[in-house]
């Protein structure tokens, strides 16, 4: 069975960094589409940043220059390098993935089919 699981969310101050994991287990995952998305309270979610099977990035404007998004085939895992971050960072992070497509499709909620619980990040001014 194909699972996401997060992890890394955390409380920091505004300017601090943090790095988000996404372990994939039941499919190598990091051969095909992955990427970030995140929902603050009373917002709907947001993509992030997404990586494809050939390292290809795409970004959010939001967290370009900030965010770096990165993965391991050997561990089958993705990461998300979140540095300078602003209090307006603060959200629920979701790992996402798109089963068997190697390109990634524009970052959006629907066109994600896998879905992790989520990892809490925090910024405080």
């Known amino acids: 069975q194909e699972q996401l699981v997060e992890s890394g969310g955390d409380s920091v101050q505004a300017g601090g960094s943090l790095t988000l994991s996404c372990a994939a287990t039941g499919y190598t995952a990091v051969d095909y589409c992955m990427g970030w998305f995140r929902q603050a309270p009373g917002t709907g979610r947001e993509g992030v940043a997404s990586?494809?099977?050939?390292?290809?990035?795409v970004y959010a404007d939001s967290v370009k220059g900030r965010f770096t998004v990165s993965k391991d085939n050997a561990k089958n895992i993705m990461y998300l390098q979140m540095n300078n971050l602003k209090a307006e960072d603060t959200a629920v992070y979701y790992c996402?993935?798109?089963?068997?497509?190697?390109?990634?499709?524009?970052?959006?909620?629907?066109?994600?089919?896998?879905w992790g619980q989520g990892t809490q990040v925090t910024v405080s001014l």
């Open positions: 990586i494809d099977h050939y390292g290809s990035t």
């Open positions: 996402a993935a798109v089963a068997w497509s190697w390109i990634c499709p524009p970052l959006t909620e629907s066109r994600y089919g896998y």
